[in-house]
T-cell receptor, first 116, second 114 residues
Framework: AQKITQTQPGMFVQEKEAVTLDCTYDTSDPSYGLFWYKQPSSGEMIFLIYQGSYDQQNATEGRYSLNFQKARKSANLVISASQLGDSAMYFCAMREAPYNTDKLIFGTGTRLQVFP | DGGITQSPKYLFRKEGQNVTLSCEQNLNHDAMYWYRQDPGQGLRLIYYSQIVNDFQKGDIAEGYSVSREKKESFPLTVTSAQKNPTAFYLC?????????????FGSGTRLTVV
């Protein structure tokens, strides 16, 4: 069965420093997609970044980048130059095989706290 | 602006009552989803629908029911059979095939049993 694992329940980082949030996944399908979402205390889920399994380069979106190591089945989120507003829950998700029902499965999340 | 609207934001239920959470989208998305979020457990799928008048159970469907009579609407009913309904509920939508932008989420409903 497909699975997403986030092993860091909580992380602390000082403002302006970089931080890496870990995500590993398990799938036997060669075609898949990986997503990162941010959830502030208000509750809404904000899409951050996407990596397709066939993408040749690691995804980047502004201060967010994805360290995609396909052989290790990891898709870690790197946030550069952390800001106080980055304090939130972060979820890694994977799109299940398209021949099934094309839905996302989520990890348990990492709570990131940025301090001055 | 297109988006998903969930209402109410906060909901209180007495034990033994059914309650219905509303989810409406104007994104013209075919697929809609309901997730439950508990601390430390991430998001768990309750029900999803890929087309009007059709829906499938997710991983934790017991004690919940849904309907999809219109493309824009996917209400979730939490029945009295759900033994521990206190949680944060998120509704989402997507095109039939989830693309590079994943889901669009609503802002959630926090349900508390009193």
């Amino acid at each position: 069965a497909q699975k997403i694992t986030q092993t860091q329940p909580g992380m602390f980082v000082q403002e302006k420093e970089a931080v890496t949030l870990d995500c590993t996944y398990d799938t036997s399908d060669p075609s898949y997609g990986l997503f990162w979402y941010k959830q502030p205390s208000s509750g809404e889920m904000i899409f951050l970044i996407y990596q397709g399994s066939y993408d040749q380069q690691n995804a980047t979106e502004g201060r967010y980048s994805l360290n995609f190591q396909k052989a290790r089945k990891s898709a870690n989120l790197v946030i550069s130059a952390s800001q106080l507003g980055d304090s939130a829950m972060y979820f890694c998700a994977m799109r299940e095989a398209p021949y099934n029902t094309d839905k996302l499965i989520f990890g348990t999340g990492t709570r990131l706290q940025v301090f001055p | 602006d297109g988006g998903i609207t969930q209402s109410p934001k906060y909901l209180f239920r007495k034990e033994g009552q059914n309650v219905t959470l509303s989810c409406e989208q104007n994104l013209n998305h075919d697929a809609m989803y309901w997730y439950r979020q508990d601390p430390g457990q991430g998001l768990r799928l309750i029900y999803y629908s890929q087309i009007v008048n059709d829906f499938q159970k997710g991983d934790i469907a017991e004690g919940y029911s849904v309907s999809r009579e219109k493309k824009e609407s996917f209400p979730l009913t939490v029945t009295s059979a759900q033994k521990n309904p206190t949680a944060f509920y998120l509704c989402a939508s997507s095109p039939r095939t989830v693309g590079r932008y994943g889901y669009t989420f609503g802002s959630g409903t926090r349900l508390t049993v009193v």
